[in-house]
């Protein structure tokens, strides 16, 4: 059979082409091929039997190669709608499609397929994160509030109630249950990167720039775990976000303490040294510089965004004080009085002229108050908090760092 040239593109054929091709750029050339492992793993989701998944990679792959580009994996997607509907498996049946959409074949939902190619790429290369970045940020979200109310009597303290998308649970937890949380995870998971938590500061809950800095740090820190591949999955990740009852630090010792650290339960654990290729020792030190770099200029961006908002917050103030000021002028009854002007009139006109002004400025005032996000400091944050992660897992194996 020659390449597929007949029949419309159906767009789930682009948007599957596109997933397969995406992920394989972590895992496979980047060439744009898909091989026939990966095709076989996510096709097999068509409920079509393995003979006949045979036969349609024969039409599509006829010199034997190994793997297909879009044309041919479009031709066998439209090969397998075309069974699915009862048609018999022949190439000349799609030629009836001039003009027309191609066989739509009925497979797995995105989500099932993605978590398809996610394993397939762990069990052929293991080495390789097989996430993209979107599949990383979509694993969960998360949202950290600081509480009005201080709690205890003598030494009070302040709480946090933390959501967690994916596992829709709603806690409220303070500093030292997180913690806990932190070192249990640290024990746990010594190799593997477990961002720092932010400074402790005694005496600091009155201070209100300091509490909603940690409740910002805080939040960062509970996304790089949750977005983690293995944290994010780990039961000591979800008895903090879920448990209820009082001295949760308490409850998570008692709980997890208990559990070995990873290299005793993890299915790479044995194979560990055949994962290691001779060139590792030298890619791991040229990493080690990478990152102390990286630092450098995240750091200088993230201090560079951080003048930038204040600048706009000064900025905005500055707007919404000049807005106040002009409107104030335009609506003091004082400019109505003709005895102020000497009956010419000339003060109604000014107010009447300083009308216009207000309509401008007060959308000026709202547009710089929009300036004034966090998002962009927010996301260069929360780079350079794994950056850093990172550097304390060198340092905790006792690497040098730069």
């Known amino acids: 059979m020659s390449e597929l040239k007949c029949g419309t593109i ?40 393995a003979g006949t998944l045979e036969e349609v990679w024969e039409l599509c792959d006829p010199i034997h190669s190994g793997s297909v580009v879009r044309g041919m994996f479009y031709k066998s997607l439209a090969l397998i709608g075309l069974v699915q509907s009862g048609k018999p498996l022949e190439g ?29 790429y762990r069990d052929n290369a293991p080495r390789v994160v097989s996430y993209t970045y979107e599949q990383l940020r979509d694993l969960d979200d ?28 709603s806690v409220r937890r ?27 500061k005694i005496g600091a809950i009155n201070d209100a720039v300091f509490t909603e800095q940690r409740r910002q740090d805080l939040r960062r820190f509970l996304l790089l775990i949750l977005r983690h591949p293995v944290l994010g999955k780990d039961e000591c990740v979800t008895f903090f976000l879920t448990a209820a009852g009082q001295d949760i630090g308490a409850q998570l010792k008692e709980k997890i303490k208990p559990l070995e650290d990873e290299m005793t339960f993890n299915e790479y654990a044995d194979e560990a040294k055949e994962l290691i290729t001779t060139d590792t020792e030298a890619k791991f030190e040229n990493l080690l510089k ?19 908002e204040t600048r706009n917050q000064q900025l905005q103030q500055d707007m919404s004080q000049l807005a106040d000021t002009i409107n104030t002028l335009h609506t003091s009854p004082l400019l109505a009085s003709q005895w102020t002007s000497g009956n010419d009139g000339a003060w109604s006109k000014i107010k009447a002229d300083i009308a216009p002004l207000v309509d401008k400025f007060a959308p000026l005032s709202s547009c710089a108050q929009k300036q ?18 990172y550097r304390v897992v060198y340092t905790a194996q006792g690497y040098p760092c730069w």
């Open 174 to 200: 303070r500093f030292k249950e997180f913690e806990v949380f932190y070192e249990l995870l640290v024990s746990r998971f010594p190799y593997r990167l477990v961002p720092k938590l932010p400074n402790k």
């Open 92 to 120: 000349k049946v799609l030629d009836s499609f001039q003009g027309i959409p191609l066989p739509t074949p009925t497979l797995g939902s995105a989500d099932e397929i993605k978590a398809i190619l996610v394993r397939f």
């Open 10 to 49: 159906p767009p789930v054929y682009r948007d599957l082409y596109e997933l397969l091709t995406r992920s394989g750029s972590v895992g496979e050339d980047g060439s744009g091929k898909i091989s026939k492992a990966l095709w076989l793993v996510c096709l097999k989701t068509s409920g079509v039997s």
């Open 290 to 308: 990478q990152t102390a770099v990286m630092i450098g200029v995240m750091t200088n961006m993230l201090n560079v965004a951080q003048n930038m």
């Open 142 to 169: 998360v949202t950290v509030l600081l509480m009005p109310e201080k709690i205890g009597i003598v030494f009070k303290h302040v709480e946090y109630e933390v959501h967690s998308k994916r596992i829709n649970s």
């Open 372 to 389: 004034v996000s966090s998002e962009f400091t927010e996301a260069v944050h929360l780079f350079l908090d794994l950056i850093v992660a």
